[in-house]
Nanobody, 120 residues
Framework: HVQLVESGGGLVQPGGSLSLSCAAS????????MGWYRQAPGKQRELVAI???????NYQESVKGRFTISRINAKNTVYLQMNSLESEDAAVYYC??????????????WGQGSQVTVSS
């Protein structure tokens, strides 16, 4: 069984910064893609940023220049550094991994969700 455990959510003031981390554990052969999604109340879940195993990244337009996604493959961990946070960024952030629990079998896993609150 594979688990994604997130940490780092919390309360931040507008313009402030916050960092999220997500570590995958269990029986993992390889991780193809890791990323972050978010869902605000009454809204659909949306992609924030993704990163491939070879470091290719993609960001939602609204977070470009403010958020940075990175990963340490050897630790099966992905990070999201969030700067210049705005009220529109407030949401529950979910880690996602597309991985092979065993060679050739691709599966998707989700983290438990981390609440990010932006308030003064």
């Amino acid at each position: 069984h594979v688990q994604l455990v997130e940490s780092g959510g919390g309360l931040v003031q507008p313009g402030g910064s916050l960092s999220l981390s997500c570590a995958a554990s269990g029986n993992i052969f390889s991780i193809r893609v890791m990323g972050w999604y978010r869902q605000a109340p009454g809204k659909q879940r949306e992609l924030v940023a993704i990163i491939t195993s070879d470091g290719v990244t993609n960001y939602q337009e609204s977070v470009k220049g403010r958020f940075t996604i990175s990963r340490i493959n050897a630790k099966n961990t992905v990070y999201l550094q969030m700067n210049s946070l705005e009220s529109e960024d407030a949401a529950v952030y979910y880690c996602k991994a597309i991985l092979e629990a065993e060679q050739g079998y691709v599966e998707t896993y989700w983290g438990q969700g981390s609440q990010v609150t932006v308030s003064s």
